[in-house]
């Protein structure tokens, strides 16, 4: 697949799909993660219309895995006080992300050049997800979590653009911070990432235009159902790890992957 000067074959995006999927809902950072196995498969960019499409991918594995939320939360919005509760969260909870998205992703878009600050971002993560096993969960709820807990945790989810820096992980751990129960923190950090995804594919859309869908190959194809299959075993695995209270575990990965980029940057040069 040949896609802005640059070649994919079927293995390459299948790989690039699984890490896409995995890590994206894995607290270990699905960009960081990218810039990484870029950088050894030689990889430069994989190209707009994969990105696109891989994106799609784990969208419809979060839709897939919380149907039945997204069924219960839509029936019970227009005659359930805690369901339109729970909307109006979701809602605040994307104003803060959207905005750094806007004003700031030049800049956050920057850190995606060197992998050296990927790897120290990494360690940071390892460091968020490790108190984890030191907080105790609240009592918030659907119901009872406030405007101030979705905008801070709408914040967490903004600064998960620079790469290294985990969605999943620094969204959770915000929410724990702010007192929401487990159950309730995975679902919301879960359920915001639709539309920030959503977004996320839309903007890419606008590059998509120019390529057209002459680029969906069966590369792309492979990549996206990779991406798909990936997420839905990851978001699975993590809510049990999260229940079972075993996060250390993924900060033990954060700062494993995190060193083992900065020895290989450091001994390549």
């Known amino acids: 697949m040949e896609l802005g000067g ?16 995995l890590t994206e809902f894995f607290p270990v950072s699905s960009s960081g993660h990218l810039v990484i196995f870029q950088q ?7 190209g707009i219309t994969f ?4 994106h799609f991918g784990t969208l419809l594995s979060v839709i897939c895995v919380f149907w039945q939320d997204i069924v219960r939360i839509a029936k019970g919005f227009w005659h359930e006080k805690q369901e339109r509760h729970f909307v109006l969260m979701l809602l605040l909870g994307i104003i ?20 050296l600050t990927t790897a120290f971002m990494l360690l940071i993560t390892g460091i968020l997800l490790f108190t984890l096993t030191r907080l ?13 807990d979705a905008l801070l945790i709408s914040v967490a989810q903004g600064i998960a653009i620079i790469p290294g820096i985990s969605r999943s992980g ?5 929410a724990l911070w702010r007192g929401l129960d487990r159950e309730t923190a995975v ?14 594919t839309v903007l890419e859309l606008k590059e998509f235009a120019v390529s057209g869908f002459s680029g969906l190959n069966s590369s792309i194809w492979w990549g996206t159902a990779a991406a798909f299959v990936g997420g839905i075993f990851a978001i699975r695995t993590f809510v049990k790890f999260l229940q079972k209270g075993k996060f250390h575990y993924f900060a ?14 450091l001994l390549a040069n």
């Open 96 to 115: 803060p992300t959207g905005l750094m998205g806007v004003f700031l992703n030049d800049f956050l878009v920057s850190f995606y050049e060197n992998p």
């Open 6 to 21: 640059v070649y994919l074959d079927i293995f390459q995006a299948i790989v690039l799909g699984l890490i896409q999927g």
């Open 136 to 148: 105790t969960p609240g009592r918030k709820n659907e119901l009872t979590m406030t405007v101030a």
């Open 187 to 200: 679902r919301f950090s879960f359920l915001v990432s639709i539309p920030v995804i959503l977004g996320a």
């Open 51 to 54: 990105e696109v499409m891989v």
């Open 40 to 46: 050894l498969l030689g990889i430069k960019e994989s």
């Open 170 to 174: 620094s969204t959770i751990t915000a």
């Open 252 to 265: 033990y990965y954060c700062w494993f992957a995190g060193v083992v980029t900065i020895l290989y940057n």
